[in-house]
């Protein structure tokens, strides 16, 4: 007896799970500070959310952006390592993911704070189709 096996062929690509970098994880988690952790780990995106997330607070939309999206283009070269072929879910809920899709978000928010209304909305919608979990998340006060 042949047994038919069917494949989903429109289930799309698999998530995509980065690699963690334990001791820069650590690091930041230790409490060192976000620059002192991107100098030393410049591939690591979390800390270059950090740093988009500070200035931000402080009021400083433009510094925020470029850390932002200094860490947004390290996270796209890890993910491209990772196998992304430039769409696909890219889960909140696996750590190491967290730090692009927060930098994401923050060049989104910086974006619009500094009038780049069209950079805002493709940050949101790349947000979206990556991780409806980030965007709650992210969106949470």
């Known amino acids: 007896m042949l047994m038919e096996t069917h494949e989903n062929l429109l289930a799309g690509p698999p998530p995509t ?16 500070k976000a620059s002192d952790v991107a100098a030393r780990f410049p591939a690591f995106s979390a800390a270059w959310a950090a740093l988009a997330d500070e200035y931000f607070a402080a009021g400083h939309a433009v510094t925020s952006y470029a850390f932002a999206r200094t860490g947004y283009h390290r996270g796209l070269d890890h993910l491209r390592r990772a196998g992304w072929k430039g769409h696909g879910p890219i889960p909140w809920e696996h750590e190491p993911n967290r730090g692009f899709l927060r930098c994401l978000h923050a060049l989104g928010r910086a974006a619009q704070a500094i009038g780049e209304k069209d950079e805002a909305e493709r940050c949101a919608q790349f ?4 991780s409806p979990e980030a965007v709650k998340a992210l969106s949470s006060p």
């Open 17 to 32: 799970l980065l690699p963690d970098n334990t001791e820069a994880r650590e690091a930041l988690e230790s409490g060192a």
């Open 127 to 130: 947000l979206r189709e990556s």
